[in-house]
């Protein structure tokens, strides 16, 4: 009886993808084959941890290497016109998996996290690609969007103390838009004075007369 996960089946099935491949190559009808070998391959480990993943889902971790690989697979099958989505498809997929934890058991809202600032790195890859300008704004912007959805999303009740860093967040990002960089540098100076002759003024008055 043929043993399931004899590794010459394996081998043998990689080897002739390969072959076909290279094949294709020379006839020139796809290029590229080394992007295409590895998509395909990653692809493939990557459906495993996922079949792993809904098979047993108490196996959490699986879906980091099943979405990872599974967003890797895509970035490099992407075709050459699209090659600037191709951060976005890996870290994208890093975020899918944390998602993931964090829905499997909305306790884990420490996912909402990583997963948030990911996606936002995933958007700013693009966004550098395409208009080439600076996107710090977005940074911020993405990373209070985070903070806001560890407040909303289920079981968020307990963590309204997420809106306020991700208000300020957004604030701080909107303000470092290119349309409103150059306010900056009179909103800091205003925000500092007043910081500090508020503090100022606290000690003046809780002074006992003399």
Known sequence: MMKRYDPRLWIGGILIFL???????????????????WGVIWGLIGLFFLYRLFADRTSWWAAFPAFALLGLSISQLLPQALQGFSGLAFLGGISLAFLWVYFSD????WAIIPAGVLLTLGVI?????????????????????TFILVAILPGGRSRSWAFIPGAILIVFGALMA???????KFIFPAVLIILGGYLLLRFFKNQSPT
């Open 125 to 145: 890859s693009v966004l550098d690609t395409v208009t080439g300008v600076d996107n710090g704004g977005i940074l911020f912007i993405g990373l209070g969007l």
């Open 178 to 184: 290119p349309p409103l960089v150059g306010f900056t």
């Open 19 to 37: 072959g076909a491949l290279t094949l294709l190559d020379n006839l020139n009808i796809i290029s590229n084959i080394s992007d295409i070998f």
């Open 106 to 109: 909305t306790s884990r809202w």
